[in-house]
């Protein structure tokens, strides 16, 4: 029959074999680098407050069939505080029955002290599980929106991966090259770039503590930090991509902060926003430093998932809106906290999400997953 039970520690290399079977990864190696990311992000984490530990489900001979991890996050709305959990690295050992461990571990999770449980990272499979067992998905975040910079460069990127299209896309690159450049400085152009006004300087978790009240706004939902939690998370972004950057920033109008956008630009040139925070009166300038300073940097692209309050300001800077893939899931028992999500009236960043909880890329390519 099995069972569903606390993850500990020397569960570890279970886990990992798990993980190796599920993403069909050698046997052989990167023990090291699984124990080293278990063991900080779903045993050390500073985030939270009691225990809400990741879960295996393990035969009755021992063996561990499936992992889900779980991360706490401290939620308020009205002032009040709620204890919500991320689900991260939810995998079952393919040579199981599947679908009676998802579940039983679905179930698990989802029936859990918790107020309110999120994953912002999901899959069909996974949003069927959840619908299933009483959890709803928050359809407005999961829309992602997409500004093209360099529009030329990003219309080669996706020939390159049609079957068939990639001498074209290698051929055409001088000339897309030629038609960015043009269309960055071309009067009346949508991609026309020209420096912003404003300051700015690096981005610290001090200012994010002191500030994040202020130009979260009317925002009824939002994720309260500590110092200890905010800087784990700036330190997961920085290392999640070694040969990318991370690109971060406070922007000040008149010695006051008006905003700070956090973002991660990967090496094929696409930089994924994990946290904008703006009053609505500076949203604007924002975004514009943003798409600036990243087509500095040699982006193609700057995308993120939608946050309702800026779509607006979004649609204004000629960003297009699309339905990618992942799903935003969540379960809850509290009306508000869903109604929060359902009408837009949330700050729930990538940073704050499943993407501060994925395996570094380095790790990935050792063989983690």
């Excluded at 959840?130 to 910079?149: D, M, N, Q, V, Y």
């Amino acid at each position: 029959m099995g069972r569903v039970r606390p993850f500990v520690e020397a569960d570890i290399p279970q886990v990992a074999r798990v993980h190796r079977r599920a993403f069909k990864r050698g046997e052989s190696d990167a023990l090291d680098s699984y124990r080293d990311y278990f063991t900080g992000v779903f045993v050390d984490n500073p985030a939270g407050e009691g225990p809400l530990p990741s879960l295996v489900y393990e035969e009755d001979d021992g063996r561990i069939l499936g992992f889900v991890g779980l991360v706490p996050r401290r939620v308020t709305i009205g002032g009040r505080r709620y204890r919500a959990v991320v689900s991260s690295q939810f995998v079952v050992d393919p040579a199981s029955p599947v679908g009676l461990v998802a579940v039983r571990l679905a179930r698990a999770y989802l029936d859990g002290p918790q107020d309110l449980s999120i994953a912002d990272e999901a899959n069909d499979v996974s949003r069927r599980i959840w619908e299933g067992l009483g959890g709803k998905t928050a359809l407005l975040f999961s829309i992602h929106w997409t500004r093209p910079l360099r529009p030329a460069r990003l219309a080669i990127s996706c020939l390159r991966g049609r079957p068939g299209l990639g001498r074209l896309a290698a051929a055409a690159g001088p000339v897309a090259r030629v038609v960015d450049a043009v269309a960055a400085r071309a009067p009346g152009s949508h991609f026309r770039q020209s420096e912003p006004a404003g300051e700015a300087e690096d981005l610290w978790a001090p200012t994010v503590l002191a500030r994040a009240p202020e130009l979260y706004g009317d925002a009824s939902l939002r994720v309260e930090y500590d110092a200890p939690t905010f800087q784990w998370l700036l330190d997961r972004a920085a290392r999640m991509e070694p040969e990318g950057r991370l690109l971060k920033a406070v922007l000040r109008k008149e010695g006051r902060i008006v905003g700070w956008y956090l973002c991660h630009l990967a090496r094929g040139g696409v930089a994924e926003v994990l946290q904008l925070a703006a009053a609505p009166s500076s949203i604007h300038e924002l975004l514009d430093h943003l798409f600036y300073r990243a087509w500095r940097e040699g982006a193609m692209a700057v995308t993120g998932r939608l946050e309702p309050r800026f779509m607006q300001a979004l649609s204004d800077k000629y960003c297009l809106f699309h339905r990618r893939g992942p799903w935003m899931l969540l379960k809850t028992n509290t009306p508000h906290l869903l109604e929060a999500f359902q009408t837009g009236d949330a700050c729930f960043s990538r940073l704050d999400g499943e993407w501060s909880l994925r395996l570094p890329a380095a790790d990935r390519r050792r063989g983690c997953a």
